[in-house]
């Protein structure tokens, strides 16, 4: 069994900045991709950034500058930097992995339960 666990959301005002946290734990072999995505109600879920175990990123246009990624792979744990936060980065941002677990041929995506983050004066 795994569980991603999101740490670090919360209310901040326009211009300030907060720091996301997903730890994996589990019978965990080895972790691929990891990334954020956040949705806001009646919106599609969308891919905020992403980060594999080599450490290349990839950051969606809204977020690059802004946002960084980073990884401890002894932690097996991501960042999520949020810098210069604006009101429509106001979201629920989910943790997402590809883990696979011991005594698994594949690995398999794994979401976390979610975080608000809430951008506002």
């Known amino acids: 069994q795994v569980q991603l666990v999101e740490s670090g959301g919360g209310l901040v005002q326009p211009g300030g900045s907060l720091r996301l946290s997903c730890a994996a734990s589990?019978?965990?072999?080895?972790?691929?991709?990891m990334g954020w995505y956040r949705q806001t109600p009646g919106k599609q879920r969308e891919l905020v950034a992403v980060?594999?175990?080599?450490?290349?990123?990839n950051y969606a246009d809204s977020v690059k500058g802004r946002f960084t990624i980073s990884r401890d792979n002894a932690k097996n744990t991501v960042y999520l930097q949020m810098n210069s936060l604006k009101p429509e980065d106001t979201a629920v941002y989910y943790c997402?992995?590809?883990?696979?677990?011991?005594?698994?041929?594949?690995?398999?995506?794994?979401w976390g339960q979610g975080t608000q983050v809430t951008v506002s004066s």
């Open positions: 997402n992995a590809d883990i696979r677990t011991l005594g698994s041929m594949r690995a398999w995506n794994y």
């Open positions: 980060i594999t175990s080599g450490g290349s990123t």
């Open positions: 589990g019978s965990i072999f080895s972790i691929n991709a």
